[in-house]
């Protein structure tokens, strides 16, 4: 099946600093999607790429849909206490419904 | 306004008890999912329903059954608990499914220890 390598597995950091994780697949994906994951909640959807190549922001983030379809990267500018948590990356490609995760990376940003 | 949403929140029951937990999406999607993480934090995928029909069904062993009364429902039956069951059930929700690229909108978890 498909699978996704996320990493890194965790990062800390200082308070403004610039973060940037990746994912790999070993197959094309059709869609990447980011999610962040507080303590005690579900997966919420922070950032959506829809075409190859596609660069897309939501506010302090940037991430990228790769040319090849086999990868996608998120960046955090001017990181802030709140950004820690648990982040998710996501590729729904090919004739089923699933949607293939990584295994997370977790920020720790230190205030 | 809540999306999703799932009860219980918390479910602590003992090995070889049968439970279930609902999920229910006020969305207007036609398709739902049931998603596992366990204690390392890893997602995977178990059940989906379109409009009340069955269309994913991962390598789940058979003591889990999902019900979908309608298409804003999907309540998950587990029996004879074992402690490997332990770990956070995620409901979650999306407009359509297959090739569409609508965003799947997840519940707040149910985590469930079986002790």
């Known amino acids: 099946g498909q699978q996704l390598n996320q990493s890194p597995q965790s990062m800390f950091i200082q308070e403004g600093e610039d973060v940037s994780m990746n994912c790999t697949s070993s197959s094309i994906f059709n869609t990447w999607l980011w999610y962040k994951q507080d303590p005690g909640e579900g997966p919420v959807l922070l950032i959506a790429?829809?075409?190859?190549?596609e660069l897309t922001s939501n506010g302090r983030l940037t991430a990228q849909f790769g040319i090849t379809r086999k990868d996608s990267f998120l960046n955090i500018s001017a990181s802030i206490p709140s950004d820690v948590g648990i982040y998710f990356c996501?590729?729904?490609?090919?004739?089923?419904?699933?949607?293939?995760f990584g295994k997370g990376t977790l920020l720790t940003v230190n205030p | 306004d809540t999306a999703v949403s799932q009860t219980p929140k918390y479910l602590v029951t003992q090995m070889g008890n049968d439970k279930s937990i609902k999920c229910e999406q006020n969305l207007g999607h036609d398709t739902m999912y049931w998603y596992k993480q366990d204690s390392k934090k890893f997602l995977k995928i178990m059940f989906s329903?379109?409009?009340?029909?069955?269309?994913i069904n991962e390598t789940v062993p058979n003591r889990f059954s999902p019900k979908s009364p309608d298409k804003a429902h999907l309540n998950l039956h587990i029996n004879s608990l074992e402690l490997g069951d332990s770990a956070v059930y995620f409901c979650?929700?999306?407009?359509?499914?297959?090739?569409?690229?609508?965003?799947?909108?997840f519940g707040p978890g149910t985590r469930l220890t079986v002790l």
């Open positions: 979650a929700s999306s407009r359509q499914g297959g090739y569409s690229t609508d965003t799947q909108y």
């Open positions: 996501a590729g729904h490609g090919g004739s089923n419904y699933k949607l293939t």
């Open positions: 329903y379109n409009n009340k029909e069955l269309i």
């Open positions: 790429l829809y075409k190859a190549g």
